[in-house]
């Protein structure tokens, strides 16, 4: 009785062992092929009111639908004339970009600026650890989604008068680099890319900011792994996504004082695009949307080489 009750735990464990390694390989798995089955084909594009704003540009929110299934929400800023279609910066921030674009970008000078929400579509806010884990599906689709999210804003762009899909660079910015990165190396069409606030090693960035939270720092180390596998991280490398940007050109932006990403990451993230490319650094600390000035002053940057 003993000697088969050693062998059922035997086995037990065997299968635990193996499920538990089929787990892991399943999400260390790179997730390419998604990208491009989920951009789709633009099926509708559901607008809002569009808002006048002082200075005399206008915002409008939009849904897009794909065929695919995929959908985005996003938020337009643009000058309510202009003389003819304008270039076009497609921003990739943090969640809720859309929606605090208004408040965060203001004027979008001679130019269309497009924000992007995340396509988070699961039914709970994700504020902790559990709503984290209870809409784990939605979250990881969500992250999946996001690059194509961005090519299908070029492809309704297209169509619009007011638009020069020619002349279209993407902005990641701190979260949004890794799917920044993702979405210009798959599309040519965004003509730069801007990555700002971002570097290379995603899972060591997500070490460095848990190790402020979490102690011992093992256990940190072992979280950041976990978080790592659970979000695909193995899809969004960083530095693997940069390298297929050229020859289109790449610039990296870092900040000295950034409390939440080392500079070597920062370096390494430059050193692994291909050329033509630039690395500036700013001073202040990571951007922020409760820091406005200081994404203000990015922008500035950014529109500077746009107008050029």
């Known amino acids: 009785m003993a000697k088969r009750i050693l062998v059922l735990a035997l086995v037990a464990t065997a299968l635990l062992a193996a499920g538990g390694a089929w787990w892991v390989a399943d999400l260390s798995r790179p997730r390419h092929e998604a990208f491009v089955e989920r ?8 607008s809002e009111p569009a808002e006048m704003h002082p200075g005399g540009y206008l915002s409008q929110g939009y849904t897009l639908r794909a065929d695919s299934g995929l959908a985005v929400d996003i938020r337009v800023l643009r000058p309510a004339t202009a003389p003819g279609p304008l270039p076009v910066l497609v921003l990739l921030g943090g969640h809720r970009t859309g929606r605090d674009a208004v408040r965060v970008l203001g004027d979008p000078g001679d130019a269309v600026m497009v924000a992007l929400d995340y396509p988070y ?17 939605d979250v990881q689709r969500a992250l999946l989604d996001t690059p194509p999210a961005a090519s299908l804003v070029l492809d309704w762009l297209a169509d619009t008068a007011w638009a020069d899909t020619g002349r279209a660079e993407l902005v990641g910015v701190s979260f949004g680099v890794p799917f920044a990165a993702v979405a210009g190396g798959l599309d040519p069409r965004f003509r730069r890319v801007w990555l700002i606030h971002g570097g290379a090693n995603n899972r060591g960035w997500i070490e460095h ?10 256990l940190g180390s072992v979280s950041a792994t976990l978080v790592h596998l659970l979000v695909y991280g193995s899809s969004f490398e ?15 932006i870092g900040a000295r004082d950034d409390e939440l990403l ?20 700013t001073a202040g600390g990571h951007i922020d949307t409760d820091r406005p000035e200081l994404v203000q002053a990015l922008l500035a940057i950014v529109r500077a080489r746009l107008a050029q």
């Open 39 to 46: 951009r789709g084909t633009l099926v509708s594009a559901v």
């Open 262 to 281: 080392p500079e070597h990451k920062v370096q390494a993230l430059y050193e692994a695009a291909g050329q033509p490319k630039e690395l500036l650094w």
């Open 121 to 137: 579509r699961g039914p709970n806010p994700v504020r902790s650890v559990a709503s984290f884990l209870g809409s784990l599906e």
């Open 238 to 252: 960083t530095e693997e996504w940069v390298a297929r940007i050229a020859p289109r050109p790449v610039v990296v």
């Open 209 to 218: 900011n848990l190790r402020r939270r979490i102690e011992p720092a093992w």
